[in-house]
């Protein structure tokens, strides 16, 4: 997980291996992008990417601000990465005024990406999740219940894996398992007496 953690550092692994460029926290924004990051708005969170000065330019015509693209502070990309605080409080303010769903909407009919930001609850409640039959039911037998739990995510030939089983209950293969290493009946009768392990 490490390794993998480091790989997905892409241009920010780049600039400290190359440049010995070490990059400070941003958040969820580009060290080289800007803007390119989430903002908050009236009722929740989106993320707007605005990779060249043309997705910048139809950004400022979806917040009804062309003005700010004329400015010459954010002409380009690289004047925007300097002026990142000032750029980015104009932003903020007017991403307020709206809901995330109308920033997503309006985002559509222009080159800029926006993507909201969604709970836990909107995640599972996604198209995507519903078509991919991510949540699975399984029975727990011994409380006697049905529990949800999250499927695998990688379908094979279009089949899901059918490996669902329910989380044990504490004890619930002891036996099964000192028996699988050798233990015999007596052992294991004599380590539960003695309180060293549990029998569900």
């Not at 080289?32 to 989430?38: G, L």
């Not at 693209?69 to 005024?97: G, I, Q, Y």
């Not at 930001?117 to 198209?127: G, K, L, S, T, W």
Request: aromatic share 10%; charged share 20%.
């Amino acid at each position: 997980m490490f390794s993998t953690q480091l790989s997905m550092l892409v241009n920010v692994a780049s600039n400290y291996l190359n440049s010995e460029i070490i990059a400070k926290p941003l958040g969820s924004s580009h060290l080289s992008i800007v803007p390119y990051q989430a903002f908050k708005t009236a009722d929740g969170y989106i993320v707007i990417a605005a990779n060249n000065d043309g997705q910048f330019w139809d950004l400022c015509e979806a917040l009804g601000w062309p003005w700010l693209a004329s400015n010459p502070m954010f002409s380009t990309n690289e004047l925007r990465v300097d002026n990142r605080d000032d750029l980015l409080r104009h932003l903020d303010e007017r991403f307020l005024e709206e809901t995330t769903e109308y920033w997503a909407n309006i985002s559509k009919s222009y080159s800029f990406t926006a993507t909201p930001i969604n709970n836990v609850q909107q995640a599972f409640e996604h198209p995507q999740a519903v078509h991919s039959n991510i949540v699975k039911t399984v029975y727990n037998e011994s409380d006697n219940v049905n529990i949800k739990v999250v499927g695998h995510p990688v379908k094979f030939n279009g089949n899901d894996p059918d490996c669902y089983n329910a989380p044990p209950s504490l004890g619930q293969h002891t036996v099964e398992v000192l028996q699988e290493l050798g233990y015999s009946s007596e052992e294991i009768s004599d380590l539960n007496e003695r309180n060293i392990i549990q029998i569900g």
